[in-house]
């Protein structure tokens, strides 16, 4: 489920203010709890427009110019541990007895369920 637009909570104040023939009204509305998927966010993200993805960007960019100077797919540039750049949380980056990145996944390595916990809030999981 992504999103639940029930809030747990909803409470408000409203009070008026008068004096002579002047009113002033003020009104104070809270709403907690519920959990919002926002699809701006989303597409922000997905197209680079967010400042979630300026970390690493730099880094990638080198490696993606060094890669195609040295003419290596984006394959064999992966494999052989010269891709730089942003690494999602929950991916763990070890290396193994000949020097090289080894990448592993942990429960959090979608980026979508980074978006969603971010935006909202909330430590919820994200199921796709």
Do not use: H
């Not at 509305?29 to 966010?41: C, E, H, P, R, W």
């Not at 750049?85 to 980056?93: F, H, L």
């Not at 990145?101 to 942990?106: D, E, K, L, M, V």
Request: hydrophobic share 35%; proline share 1%; aromatic share 10%.
């Amino acid at each position: 489920m992504i999103g639940n637009g029930t809030f747990d909570w909803t409470g408000g104040v409203m009070n008026t203010f008068s004096y002579k023939r002047i009113s002033l009204t003020a009104t104070i509305d809270i709403k907690q709890g519920a959990d919002l998927f926002s699809m701006t966010n989303l597409y922000s993200v997905s197209r680079g427009q967010s400042t979630l993805t300026l970390e690493g960007r730099d880094e990638w960019i080198q490696s993606e110019l060094d890669r195609t100077a040295s003419g290596a797919t984006s394959a064999a540039w992966l494999a052989s541990g010269n891709q730089q750049g942003y690494v999602p949380d929950g991916v763990i980056k070890s290396t193994d007895a000949s020097g090289n990145a080894i990448y592993t996944g942990g429960k959090s390595d979608n980026i979508l369920a980074r978006i969603y916990s971010g935006w909202t809030g909330c430590s919820c999981s994200l199921y796709i």
